[in-house]
């Protein structure tokens, strides 16, 4: 109970409340849904144990208090002071006014909560909400999934589990936990997402909130403007496409743009559709073939739930529920060792990856910890600045003509398109065949010739950021396969097929 609440509500039934605070308490009554709810349940407590009831006439001075779409509610400024109290907690009249008053707000109240705030039109693995269901002011959880509702007003808002959030009317989203999108048409500029951090109103935009289980909330515009509201800070924030920020403290971050972190409305019909056609069966049973391959050197589905060390996020990966570990700051990574000190003549790498497009020159997507004269074919695979994929194995140099300025092979497709989706990639890497292939979503892209091919080596090595300076990766990964042979063009096709979360 709202401490503030409970005592004006009180001074108001016992006739001692000014004019300020009859302003106050009218202020959070029309602010607050569940201030509403508090100051129905005193009514009606108070008048639950009145002894008698006896008539009341409505006073000619009043404040109105509306909701949006519903009739005037008119609070009292003052009720007639209590003489001295008797055993029970106010006058007769004072009771009968207490239920009058009970009544008509319970009426509001209810009809108010009747109200359909929003609509779910597409579901993807989401058990709680199914395509169709109306939305109106409770709470909800979400445990594994994505959903996309329509507002009242047409803004179409995705969100991604876990999440907790419940709309307090059809312009204010709370989220409590949970990862947001959201595209908002003119109708419904003013749309406002609150999180324990602080708010984001929009003025007509395209916009993501993160608010993670712990820490800062974050607000990341793709187009338009958004203005953000930390929490206890009086000022605004004014946001523009490709800016973001997180909002802790008080105080608001500049942090880098993620688009990728975030499921845009219209990648839900593909996620629905692959789910519904039975991709995730299938790439189950791929990962069972996988597992059973006597070349397997490691496969990290993620989902054993066994602490991984590193510094990382845990979020949701492909699949509803599953599990994939993010990365978002310089210094983020996950530790692995694979391999032992065995040379490898050919390996296979594969993994499904939602990437952002960031500035840093490299995306750290498997490294050994070391880059060492005395230990030739380390391995390095990652994403370059100009978003291609490259393969370094240490003491290796490309045969003449192969490459004009590299020094190190690499595909000649951009890996990351405008916005963020699940893609696949692969390298296949022969030291006997001197070749190094690269696949993009399962089509072959390009083959590199090496002048000197050393068997790889693995060992320990790192996903994500290797020097904390330059190779800092942003984004997701799921699915990270090390085989010890060379895939063929048609296996590596087949895994990607198996594995598209998309149709």
Same mark, same amino acid.
């Given at each position: 109970?709202? *401490? ?11 006739? %001692? ?37 006896? &008539? ?23 009720? *007639? ?33 009747? /109200? ?38 047409? !803004?179409?808002?995705?969100?991604? !589990?876990?999440?907790?959030? /419940?709309?307090? %009317? ?8 949970? /990862? ?9 500029? &003013? ?32 187009? =338009? ?38 499921? #845009? ?19 189950? !049973? ?23 060390? =590193? ?33 490898? *003549? #050919? ?127 942003? =984004? ?28």
């Amino acid at each position: 109970m709202n *401490p503030e609440l409970e005592s004006l509500t009180h001074r108001y039934l016992d006739g %001692s409340i000014s004019a300020e605070e009859m302003a106050r308490l009218n202020h959070l009554l029309s602010e607050s849904a569940e201030a509403r709810r508090e100051f129905v349940e005193l009514l009606n407590l108070d008048s639950a144990v009145a002894a008698s009831a006896a &008539g009341w006439e409505r006073p000619e001075k009043a404040v109105s208090l509306r909701q949006e779409d519903s009739s005037p509610v008119f609070l009292p400024s003052s009720l *007639p002071r209590r003489s001295a109290p008797k055993a029970s907690f106010m006058h007769s009249w004072t009771w009968a006014a207490a239920a009058c008053l009970a009544l008509m707000l319970s009426a509001w109240w209810w009809q108010g909560s009747q /109200r359909v705030l929003a609509t779910v039109v597409n579901d993807a693995g989401v058990e709680e909400l199914s395509n169709g269901t109306k939305l109106r002011g409770e709470t909800y959880s979400l445990k594994g999934g994505s959903v996309e509702l329509v507002s009242a007003r047409g !803004a179409h808002i995705v969100i991604e !589990a876990p999440a907790v959030f /419940r709309f307090e %009317s059809e312009q204010r989203l709370r989220v409590m936990r949970g /990862r947001l999108s959201a595209e908002v048409p003119p109708a419904a500029k &003013g749309f406002t997402v609150i999180t324990p951090s602080g708010d984001a109103v929009d003025l007509g935009t395209r916009f993501g909130v993160d608010v993670p289980a712990s820490g800062a909330a974050e607000i990341h515009v793709f187009q =338009g403007e958004v203005i953000a509201k930390a929490s206890g800070n009086v000022s605004n924030q004014s946001l523009r496409g490709g800016d973001a920020v997180a909002m802790d403290g008080g105080a608001s971050t500049a942090r880098e743009l993620r688009s990728s972190a975030f499921i #845009q409305p219209d990648e839900m019909n593909g996620l629905t559709a692959g789910l519904a056609a039975g991709q995730r069966s299938r790439s189950e !049973a791929a990962l069972t073939g996988i597992r059973n391959d006597p070349a397997l050197i490691a496969l990290l589905d993620f989902e054993s739930g066994e602490a991984q060390p =590193g510094v990382f996020r845990t979020v949701q990966g492909r699949w509803p529920g599953s599990r994939a570990p993010e990365f978002v700051h310089v210094g983020d990574h996950l530790k692995l060792d694979v391999g032992g000190e065995r040379e490898w *003549p #050919q390996i296979t790498l594969a993994a499904w990856v939602r990437l952002d497009r960031l500035g840093a020159p490299y995306q750290s997507l498997l490294h050994t910890d070391g880059w060492n004269d005395d230990r030739p074919g380390q391995l390095h695979w990652m994403v370059t600045r100009h978003t291609t994929m490259r393969l370094a194995l240490r003491g290796n140099t490309l045969a003449p003509g192969s490459e004009e300025q590299e020094m190190f092979p690499d595909s000649k497709t951009s890996v990351l398109p405008e916005q963020g989706r699940w893609m696949h990639l692969a390298t296949v890497y022969d030291a006997g065949a001197k070749t190094v292939r690269f696949y993009l979503n399962g089509r072959f892209d390009k083959e590199t010739l090496q002048s000197i091919a050393h068997p790889a080596k693995l060992g320990a090595a790192q996903i994500g950021n290797w020097d904390r300076q330059d190779r800092k990766l942003s =984004g997701r990964v799921d699915e990270l396969l090390l085989l010890g042979r060379a895939m063929s063009d048609d296996e590596v096709r087949a895994l990607y097929e198996a594995g598209n979360p998309y149709r």
